[in-house]
């Protein structure tokens, strides 16, 4: 059985494990957006034969709270032959039509929720271009603008008097091949999430050849640098503030300084064209030599052999043990 995303989901299925494991095993594919360690989580994680995760600090938690459980890294991907950089004359056609030759663009593709900062983003990219003019850069976001989890992004654009342009809201979906359009548009991709399990985007946005802004949390801090070089502009959090639910009792909650993220953004205004497109290249050989489609399916092609040969299933089921012996 394979099964993923957040533990709340799957709170119910764990609960009869002991029902489904002496017959298959278990499979999790999982990410965690962010420390201190969930030790809350310990118990769901040890209910499985094997977790996956998804993302290095996810990886470090499983292993850290549950060393004796089956643990395999295996990260998200995109598909490179659809994310890719467009031929330079279709690009500008497209540019060119939109008004947006002139114009450093940057880039939001997330939902419209608390932790994506939406509002925060919207309220800084206006101090931005009281900087730089109101004619010399537009943020395009990708989001449901009246999402109830989320901020009402045309009540903003309206309290700021942003009506030429500056902020333009893309509200229908669309195939990935449009979408890779949006990305190669854009000079840079934006993510400040105060938590962040992955954040795909940025990932397709570097397979697009186009570099990123994110705050250094989550999976957004193993993309934007590989610990050698940044493709890109990682912003270390200024605060981690504990906060939680009934259900998730803490987790950190990572905010960034606006004058850091200002000037993140200046950096990529004022840098060289020419710059921008080798950090942009040097950010798709990362997204090629560490996420890509061949690694990813080859991990979960072994992962499955081996948890088959180790573990088998229903009529072959074995090394599975529904107690545990312990010393008091």
Known sequence: MWFMTDPRFWIWLWEMENEIRPHIPMVYYHV?????????????YRSNDCVCTISKVTNDIVRTLVPDTRCIHIPHTVDTNIFKKMKSDKLEQITNGNGLADKTVFFWNNRNARRKQS???????????DIVGHDKATLIMHTEPDDPHGQDLVAIIEELELYNGQIQLSVQKMPPDELAQLYNIADCTINISDAEGFGLATLESLACETPIIVTMTGGLQEQVTNGEEFFGIGIEPCSKAIIGSQDVPYIYEDRINKEKFIDAMLEIHNMPKQDRQNLGKRGRQHVLANYGMAQFAGLWYQNFKEITELNGSWATRKNYKSYTLEVI
């Open 32 to 44: 965690w957006d962010n420390y201190p360690y969930p030790k809350y989580n310990a118990k769901y």
């Open 119 to 129: 509002g925060t983003l919207m309220f800084w990219f206006k101090e931005f271009l």
